[in-house]
């Protein structure tokens, strides 16, 4: 079989413009669901705290696609790989949505700025006041600090998939290789960036919402649900894609055989690093640490455990182990959208269980996953748009569509 070295002339690689009218129609369905999720929260009680619970955990799952997508595409320069470039447009395209995140952690920075305490304990004046540790705390655990933080965050990310998008589109102008051989020399710094960044986040918005609970691998295992949901999420786009008539030659068996190595391999290190912080704190038994799993391991928060030992961990690892289901794209998406749940569901267990009560799942977080879910979904599409979905001009072109998997 004669290898392909270049584009198929019948090949579609631009979205049809009936995907802006969808972008519009998402849009209403986020921001509809978000505002019945706030209108929602006053018929309940505690409501309100568990809105924002609701909405901080599907911001995060959402974020987080973002952010394991801009790992993926800064790695893959890195590396210098040509395997892909095929599937390497998908990656810019989710990580070229990260300035809208920033957008949508407003109502949360602003509730922090003002001093309510609803989601952070460590913001609440009160609670502080009769709190040694946390007065501790309190010279990085304070609004201001933590709004300048987010911001540099933000900015750090936003620059990144910036500077990777506009070298990227501008390559399939000019087909210069400079714009290549730059994102390459920029690719060891935005790592280490990009590292740093994410380890703080985690802390920020999740950690410290126990604020007398502390895990230097917290920002690792938050790292490593990144990197598998934004896998999962690549898988799946592609496979949608590839249903709808787009991409049909350039993404191949080869291409989703290499996703779901690494899909397989980032499940397998989420599940080390899950294990190595539950190991150590165990084995120090230390009360101030152990009191984060006791809470994990009590009114009904057992069952999501063990639910995430043997869905986020054993099954896909069983079940991605065979080569064909690697190979085979339709049950490849089959464990992606399964990991993407069990993704939204340790992002569940990690920060719902503050609040006080057992695991009830309710429709406020539906709601806002469903708000989130649109938004994102909208804002992809509309940078998708009128872009080309494979980098047409790129010099690793010809290298990732004659790609064979051995």
Known sequence: MKERESLSVSEVTCLSPSAVCWARRLAAVGVGSLLLSFLASFALRDGFSRFLLAYLVSFCFCLSLSLGALFFVVL???????????VRRLGEILAAALPVWSLLFLPILFLVLVGDGSLYPWNDAAHVEHDPLLQAKQPYLNAPFFAIRALLYFAVWAWIARFYWRHSLAQDETGDKSHTLAMQRR??????????????ASFDWLMSLDPHWFSTIFGVYFFAG??????????????????????QDSITADHYHDLGKLLFGFTFFWGYIAFSQYMLIWYADIPEETVWYLTRQSHG??????????????????????????????????????LLVMHWVDLYWLAVPHAGSGPAFSVLDLLCLAGMAGLYGAVLLRIAADRQLIPRR?????????????
């Open 187 to 200: 690719a060891g710094i935005s790592l280490v960036a990009f590292g740093l960044t994410v380890t703080f």
């Open 301 to 338: 928060w057992a069952a999501i455990s063990l639910f995430l030992l043997g869905g986020h961990f054993l099954l896909p690892f069983c079940g991605l182990m065979p080569r064909r289901a690697k190979r085979n794209k339709r049950v490849l998406a089959a464990w992606a959208a399964w």
């Open 394 to 406: 790129d010099p690793w072109l010809a290298e990732s569509l004659a790609f064979r998997n051995g």
């Open 226 to 247: 990144c990197v598998v949901a934004a896998f999962a999420a690549l898988v799946l786009i592609a496979v949608s894609l590839q249903k709808f008539g787009y991409l």
């Open 76 to 86: 893959q320069h890195l590396t210098r790989a040509g395997w892909s470039v095929a």
